[in-house]
């Protein structure tokens, strides 16, 4: 987990990203990665990511909420950075990629969205923030924030 901490740390001082929320699109943007959003897609289908004429494309479903579609463009780019096979530009509808890199994904997304770093430092700050306001400030659902302080331990801090 350092390894993806520290990596993602390094993509956000090279595009000088101090505070949350992270502009996900703008580190696709860094990569090269044009986000495009779909909006037929089925409603289990959040997004995929593929090579379209030698450039790399992140669709997502343009029918989800806006923090919704910001961790699937995260958990997308989780797998491109992570080295993970894309997709195929004839992508079916059910997943293909092991539970495994499914996991690593969603936790590169964890961290992109959600900086330890930053969450740290926001609950050192004002410890009487509740997971609401928190989830607004980094723009994301309260369900994953809650689920982000529980896997950093934060929410004893939040707590305390």
């Given amino acids: 987990m350092e390894g993806l901490t520290n990596k993602i740390r390094t993509i956000l001082r090279?595009?000088?990203?101090s505070e949350p929320p992270v502009p996900v699109s703008k580190v696709a943007k860094l990569f090269s990665i044009k986000v495009v959003p779909y909006p037929k897609f089925p409603d289990k289908r959040s997004g995929f990511?593929?090579?379209i004429e030698g450039s790399l494309v992140i669709g997502v479903n343009s029918n989800h909420s806006e923090v919704r579609q910001r961790f699937t463009i995260s958990h997308e780019l989780g797998h491109f950075l992570l080295g993970h096979q894309i997709d195929t530009p004839n992508f079916r509808e059910e997943d293909s990629r092991p539970i495994d890199q499914e996991r690593e994904a969603d936790n590169f997304a964890a961290e992109l969205l959600i900086p330890r770093d930053f969450l740290s430092a926001d609950i050192k700050a004002n410890r009487m923030l509740?997971?609401?306001e928190l989830a607004r400030r980094y723009n994301v659902s309260g369900q994953a924030m809650s689920i982000r302080l529980l896997q950093t331990g934060l929410i004893k801090d939040l707590t305390s």
């Fill in 14 to 17: 090279r595009l000088n990203i």
């Fill in 49 to 51: 990511i593929t090579e």
């Fill in 130 to 132: 509740k997971i609401p």
